[in-house]
T-cell receptor, first 115, second 111 residues
Framework: DADVTQTPRNRITKTGKRIMLECSQT?????MYWYRQDPGLGLRLIYY???????NKGEISDGYSVSRQAQAKFSLSLESAIPNQTALYFC??????????????FGPGTRLTVL | KQEVTQIPAALSVPEGENLVLNCSFT??????LQWFRQDPGKGLTSLLL?????REQTSGRLNASLDKSSGRSTLYIAASQPGDSATYLC??????????FGTGTRLQVTL
C-alpha cells in the first residue's frame, strides 16, 4: 500500500473554477509539503507544514492556499484556477525524528490541466 | 537563493555502459542532498541521500558522491540497463527542510 496518496490523480478543469487537491499519508510524519513540476523548471515548493498548526509559504504560493486538517492530511486549493497553473503537483512528507536525515517521501502526483 | 543545475539535460547510452550524472548547487550550506528517479507519469523515488557530512553513498549499482565545498555531486550508474531509463533529479535540503530541485537529466539506455 502506498504511504503517500494523492487524489485525484488527474483533473481537467476550466478557468475560474475552485479546485482542491488532497494528500494523505500513513507514515506518521509531522512535515508535509506541496510542490508543482513544470517542464524544464523542476519541482518548486508551494507550501509546507511542520505540524497541524504550522503553515508556511514556499517559493510560489500566490494563487494557492492550503489546509492541514490533521497530521495525516494536507490539502492544496486553487481558489480560481488559471491556465498557467496547469502542472504536475506532488505532495511529500518527512520527519527528522523518524527518518534518517529528514528524507522526503513523495506521492504519485496529480496532473492538473486548466483550460 | 539556492540554485541547482544538472548536466547534461539528456543522455542516451548503450546498455552496459557506466555513466555519470552531474549536479551542482550554488549555496554550500546544505543539510543533505538527495538523488531521485522519476518515471514518465509517475512520482519520485528516492535513490540515495547523502548527509552534508558524508562524502558518498552506495546502493547496488548506484554511487553518489558529494563535495559540499565545491557545490557538486555526481551520480554514478554502473553497467546501465534499459530499466534505468528515467529522469534523474538532484535536490538539496537547505534551511527549514526545504528541498531545491534541479531540472533533471533524462536518461535513455538503449539495447
Amino acid at each position: 500500500d502506498a504511504d503517500v496518496t494523492q487524489t485525484p490523480r488527474n483533473r481537467i478543469t476550466k478557468t475560474g473554477k475552485r479546485i482542491m487537491l488532497e494528500c494523505s499519508q500513513t507514515k506518521g510524519h509531522d512535515r508535509m509539503y506541496w510542490y508543482r513540476q513544470d517542464p524544464g523548471l523542476g519541482l518548486r515548493l508551494i507550501y509546507y507544514s511542520f505540524d497541524v498548526k504550522d503553515i508556511n509559504k514556499g517559493e510560489i504560493s500566490d494563487g494557492y492556499s492550503v489546509s492541514r486538517q490533521a497530521q495525516a492530511k494536507f490539502s492544496l486549493s486553487l481558489e480560481s484556477a488559471i491556465p498557467n497553473q496547469t502542472a504536475l503537483y506532488f505532495c511529500a512528507t518527512s520527519d527528522p525524528g523518524l527518518t534518517a536525515y529528514n528524507e522526503q517521501f513523495f506521492g504519485p502526483g496529480t496532473r492538473l490541466t486548466v483550460l | 537563493k539556492q540554485e541547482v543545475t544538472q548536466i547534461p539535460a539528456a543522455l542516451s547510452v548503450p546498455e552496459g555502459e557506466n555513466l555519470v550524472l552531474n549536479c551542482s548547487f550554488t549555496d554550500s550550506a546544505i543539510y543533505n542532498l538527495q538523488w531521485f528517479r522519476q518515471d514518465p507519469g509517475k512520482g519520485l523515488t528516492s535513490l540515495l541521500l547523502i548527509q552534508s557530512s558524508q562524502r558518498e553513498q552506495t546502493s547496488g549499482r548506484l554511487n553518489a558522491s558529494l563535495d559540499k565545498s565545491s557545490g557538486r555531486s555526481t551520480l554514478y550508474i554502473a553497467a546501465s540497463q534499459p530499466g534505468d531509463s528515467a529522469t534523474y533529479l538532484c535536490a538539496v535540503t537547505g534551511t527549514a527542510s526545504k528541498l531545491t530541485f534541479g531540472t533533471g537529466t533524462r536518461l535513455q539506455v538503449t539495447l
